[in-house]
Nanobody
Framework: QVHLAESGGGLVQAGGSLRLSCAAS????????MGWFRQAPGKEREFVAA????????YYADSVKGRFTITRDNAKNTVYLQMNSLKPEDTAVYYC?????????????????WGQGTQVTVSS
């Protein structure tokens, strides 16, 4: 079993940047594909970005393409989400998650491990 812990959230002005980190413990993160999701109050958790076990393939939600970048450093058991050109509609709790397949997965139901989340608030 792997434990995930997000960090790096905070309050930022529109147009600013943040980098979220997801640290894994208990098992190496290279055993899992990783994803970032977000959830605003009263809304369902939605897909943001995903990366394969090796880091060779990535996929992004249309709403963040060109602005967000997901990367991973398997030697550090850490996955990152670089968020640039932030907009107020990006405000949400951001979660990292792990799934056991070798491909890209966008569905919440396929991810078995979740972090506790980190709040990102973008002011206008």
């Amino acid at each position: 079993q792997v434990h995930l812990a997000e960090s790096g959230g905070g309050l930022v002005q529109a147009g600013g940047s943040l980098r979220l980190s997801c640290a894994a413990s208990g098992r190496t993160s290279s055993s899992y594909g990783m994803g970032w999701f977000r959830q605003a109050p009263g809304k369902e958790r939605e897909f943001v970005a995903a990366i394969t076990r090796s880091g060779g393939s990535t996929y992004y939600a249309d709403s963040v393409k060109g602005r967000f970048t997901i990367t991973r450093d398997n030697a550090k058991n850490t996955v990152y989400l670089q968020m640039n050109s932030l907009k107020p509609e990006d405000t949400a709790v951001y979660y990292c998650a792990a799934q056991p397949t070798s491909g890209v997965v966008v569905a919440v139901s396929f991810y078995g491990y979740w972090g506790q989340g980190t709040q990102v608030t973008v002011s206008s």
